[in-house]
């Protein structure tokens, strides 16, 4: 199976803190993507790593990629009540297929 | 910013109807995808469709299942006859030819009753 898991499968941490979820795959990817879902929402894009990339940054989330273990991890700097939310890894095996999504991380920022 | 838009946002049908579940991809886009996830579960693929036919279908997607892309806007799912098991939130998402992400919308919540 090609599935990103993610770990831990929940986080709690204090408003402020930095919070970071890591996401491990078994096959070879393209890419892999992370994606944010509020309760009972759509899924909304947060960033895109290539599988020749090793690292990206978008605002205040990290993402690095270590294909010779197949993980990636995503980190949120400063976090923010509104951050509070699942946040999924999905990997592609090529540029337009499909992705796979992990079971998830559920992050509670607490105040 | 360009956005997929799904209708119905939900829908609360009985048993052994049929569905027919609405997206309105990003224009430019030639790839389409629908989604599924269960209440509390994972997001699960069910079918990509490019050039106007499937090119993949996961095991969910059985003969219940068909997609359309009837007006070249539009890409609907169809459920020919409703289980109780279908109940889920149901998302659409496409992805531009040169592009690598993929977007999704909204989501359309289907309650079977």
């Known amino acids: 199976s090609q599935q990103g898991e993610e770990d831990p499968q929940a986080l709690s941490i204090q408003e402020g803190e930095n919070a970071t979820m890591n996401c491990s795959y078994k096959t070879s990817i393209n890419n892999l993507q992370w994606y944010r879902q509020n309760s009972g929402r759509g899924l909304v894009h947060l960033i895109l790593?290539?599988?020749?990339?090793r690292e990206k940054h978008s605002g205040r989330l990290r993402v690095t990629l270590d294909t010779s273990k197949k993980s990636s991890s995503l980190l949120i700097t400063a976090s923010r009540a509104a951050d509070t939310a699942s946040y999924f890894c999905a990997t592609a095996k090529n540029r337009d297929d499909k992705i796979i999504f992990g079971k998830g991380t559920r992050l509670h920022i607490l105040p | 910013e360009p956005e997929v838009t799904q209708t119905p946002s939900h829908q609360v049908t009985q048993m052994g109807q049929e569905v027919i579940l609405r997206c309105v991809p990003i224009s430019n886009h030639l790839y389409f995808y629908w989604y599924r996830q269960i209440l509390g579960q994972k997001v699960e693929f069910l079918v990509s469709?490019?050039?106007?036919?499937?090119?993949?279908k996961s095991e969910i997607f059985d003969d219940q299942f068909s997609v359309e892309r009837p007006d070249g806007s539009n890409f609907t799912l169809k459920i020919r006859s409703t289980k109780l098991e279908d109940s889920a939130m149901y998302f659409c998402?496409?992805?531009?030819?040169?592009?690598?992400?993929?977007?999704f919308g909204e989501g359309s919540w289907l309650t079977v009753v």
């Open positions: 998402a496409s992805l531009q030819e040169s592009g690598n992400t993929i977007y």
């Open positions: 790593i290539r599988s020749n990339e």
């Open positions: 469709f490019y050039n106007n036919e499937i090119s993949e």
